[in-house]
């Protein structure tokens, strides 16, 4: 049975509701799936007075665990276009997997979030993806199969790069139904995927 990670920095929740659903998505298609996440880099105090959410059960995960998958799907907030500083952290370590090919053949996938519809989705995505293109990783986006990307009946995150929720200027808005939907669609994807290349 295909190994499934997803592997998440979540601020303030949304990406960390868009990771589970993009996990339903995955078991739905029979993958077995682990939800695990970065770890945070910013003071204790910091992120406390930033209101932080710090009570998210998925455990933290660690760069030597990655090669035990067979699909890694990564999911970042945006910053200014690109992914944070906790999730670059993270995969600036991976430099011996990289250097041994420990990734080559994998599948991998993206997805994010931002503030506003136009604040760096698409730019973020792909600087998730073009460390999955280094690693020689197999690029499963979100395809048009998952018409809700194209709907004009309400304001909606996903492109054909991946998952995607808009939160608002003070986080205030939560990943919509679309937008999960989206995200188990490309989990189902990503799974299915990696069902046909391991089996």
Known sequence: ?????????????????????????ARAAGATVDVKRVPETVPEDVARNGHFKLDQP???????????YDAIVIGAPT??????SQMAA??????GLWARGALHGKVGAAFTSTATQHGGQETT???IITNLLHFGMVVVGLP???????TLDEITGCSPYGASTIAGGQGQR??????????RHQGELVAKTAIKLFG
Do not use: C, W
């Open 144 to 150: 048009y199969s998952f018409a809700g990307q194209m």
């Open 125 to 127: 995505l792909f600087s």
């Open 1 to 25: 049975m295909a190994k499934v990670l997803v592997l998440y920095y979540s601020t303030y929740g949304h990406i960390e509701q868009m990771a589970n659903a993009l996990a339903e998505g």
């Open 174 to 183: 939560q990943p919509s139904g679309n937008e999960l939907d989206g995200a």
């Open 90 to 95: 993270f995969l600036d370590q991976t430099g």
């Open 58 to 68: 998925a455990p933290i995960a660690t760069v030597n665990e990655l090669p035990d």
């Open 79 to 84: 910053r200014y276009g690109r992914m944070p």
